[in-house]
């Protein structure tokens, strides 16, 4: 979403006469800062089109939702004169928060653009779900492998024949995970910091 004046004018009544009492989240590119110190390469001065956002959202009680990621959102993508601004938003009303309290914005590297994407993630905490037992089959390669599972499935477990085979599955179950966590480790936790690594270094080539 790229927002031309009348676009702008329109959006902003619009938003502050039907807001009250809904939960409102609006985002994309309002090309346009909100504060001078969202720009850097370029003149850092307040213009009447930054004085109109920020007396908009002072209006219509908007605010950045909580994110993660890139600050200056639209890079003009030279290694000469390079120039970035925050221009791209994800703003929510005070209402958003008390309705999802755990939602978050993340704004991802530019790619082929010159703009920031921006993701929204609800977060509804009490509607997680049992994860599928997973392991790597690399680790069936290892030496120690078929030892463990030998190991586990020897253990004595009385009662019925059905009883045992679950009882050993289960077992079997606990003991693979922690031979999956102590050999590869908590791989959502890499992929998160080598995400974030990534990430710098994209910033970085932009610079």
């Known amino acids: 979403m790229v927002l031309m004046r009348t676009d702008q004018e329109e959006l902003f009544g619009k938003v ?3 807001q009250q009492g809904s939960h409102w989240i609006v985002l994309g590119n309002f090309n346009v800062c909100w504060r001078v110190d969202e720009s850097i390469g370029s003149c850092s001065r307040i213009t009447v089109a930054i004085e109109e956002f920020a007396e908009f959202l002072q209006a219509s009680e908007l605010d950045d939702l ?3 990621g890139f600050l200056h959102t639209w890079y003009n993508k030279r290694s000469n004169g390079c120039i970035s601004k925050k221009l791209d938003r994800v703003l929510v009303n005070n209402e958003w928060p008390v309705k999802f309290v755990h939602s978050e914005a993340s704004f991802l590297p530019p790619s082929i ?3 920031c994407p921006s993701v929204v993630k609800l977060r509804f905490p009490g509607n997680k779900k049992n994860c599928p037992f997973k392991f790597f089959n690399f680790l ?3 030496e120690d492998f078929l030892p463990l599972v030998e190991s586990v499935w020897q253990e004595q477990v009385h009662g019925t ?3 045992k085979l679950c009882s050993k599955l289960h077992n079997l179950k606990k003991a693979l995970k922690t031979f999956n966590n102590d050999n590869v480790g908590d791989v959502a936790t890499k992929s998160i910091e080598a995400k974030a690594a990534l990430d710098a270094y994209q910033h970085l ?3």
């Open 16 to 18: 502050c006469s039907n």
């Open 161 to 163: 024949m059905q009883f």
């Open 140 to 142: 069936t390669d290892r």
């Open 113 to 115: 653009s010159d703009h």
């Open 205 to 207: 080539l932009d610079l």
């Open 66 to 68: 909580r994110f993660s």
